[in-house]
């Protein structure tokens, strides 16, 4: 069996050699820790798109003229609105945003419209300083994946390994859910090959009604037949909030401990338990 990652945001310098191998050892960890030192590991690849994301070189003679998106690109009325519905499931209920000042927020964001800038201090006021920044950066770039022409350059990136041959387990964290769960639900891309027996989501958004809207998502979410979801969330994880078996009936949902550092990293869930027994299942079938 092989093992197919998708990773999430934040992946802009790194390339696909070194996510792969960062993954591997945490999942080595894993299936070590809850499995003994004599458990087989099964090959990794992490299916690499992070470089769409980076902002491009500003040196003088740099040879990528590639169009990458930009967090400083201006807000459309559209990615405001979206912004806007998603940064509310943050803000803590009867608080009105138009009435928030957003000074609190301090410079270095002036390309962000004054409803988000108070979005931003609503949130900040629910679950700390500094948060709404970095739940925005998060919430742009699911936005550009769903409604950008990124999007199909980052499903062409991903295609080649998620529809790799054989018997494979998709592990997708972040926003590698949403790519992953998207992919394997649309008619032209589909799970591909027989094989992939089961996706492993991790500290994903699929939850927030933005994204499932999005995806033409408004009813319970579900994957092709044959494929086991489990998904993992972890106490004190934004992102994941409280998991998905709210809006998903089939998918086996798993609160797992982070820790309280940065909950929503990848590695820190690679390593858990429910992971590590799903793999040696799904190698052993």
Request: one cysteine or more; hydrophobic letters at 40%.
């Amino acid at each position: 069996m092989h093992i197919v990652g998708i990773h999430g945001i934040w992946q802009g310098n790194t390339n696909a050699v070194k996510l792969s191998a960062e993954w591997a050892g945490a999942l080595t960890k894993g299936l070590r820790t809850h499995h003994g030192p004599a458990c087989p590991i099964p090959p990794l690849t992490v299916a690499y798109y992070g470089n769409l994301f980076r902002t491009p070189s500003k040196r003088l003679g740099a040879q990528d003229a590639t169009p990458l998106v930009d967090d400083t690109d201006p807000f459309t009325d559209q990615e405001e609105a979206f912004v806007l519905d998603t940064l509310a499931l943050y803000a803590p209920p009867g608080l009105d945003p138009e009435q928030l000042q957003t000074e609190t927020l301090g410079p270095g964001i002036p390309y962000i419209p004054r409803p988000v800038a108070q979005a931003l201090v609503a949130v900040d006021h629910k679950i700390g300083r500094d948060m709404g920044r970095r739940l925005l950066v998060f919430v742009r770039q699911v936005y550009r994946y769903l409604h950008h022409d990124i999007g199909e350059r980052i499903r062409a990136e991903v295609r080649t390994e998620l529809h790799r041959p054989g018997p494979r387990l998709v592990i997708a964290h972040s926003l590698g859910s949403v790519i992953a769960f998207d992919m394997l639900t649309r008619e032209d891309t589909g799970p591909g090959p027989d094989g992939l027996t089961a996706l492993v989501t991790c500290g994903s958004p699929l939850a927030w009604p933005t994204i499932r809207h999005s995806l033409g998502q408004d009813g319970a979410l579900a994957l092709p037949d044959g494929i086991d979801w489990l998904n993992l969330h972890a106490a004190g994880d934004l992102v994941a909030q409280s998991g998905l078996g709210a809006v998903a009936p089939a998918v086996r949902d798993e609160l797992v401990r982070n820790g309280i550092t940065d909950p929503h990293t990848a590695v820190r869930y690679l390593e858990k338990q429910p992971l590590a027994d799903l793999i040696v299942e799904s190698s052993a079938s």
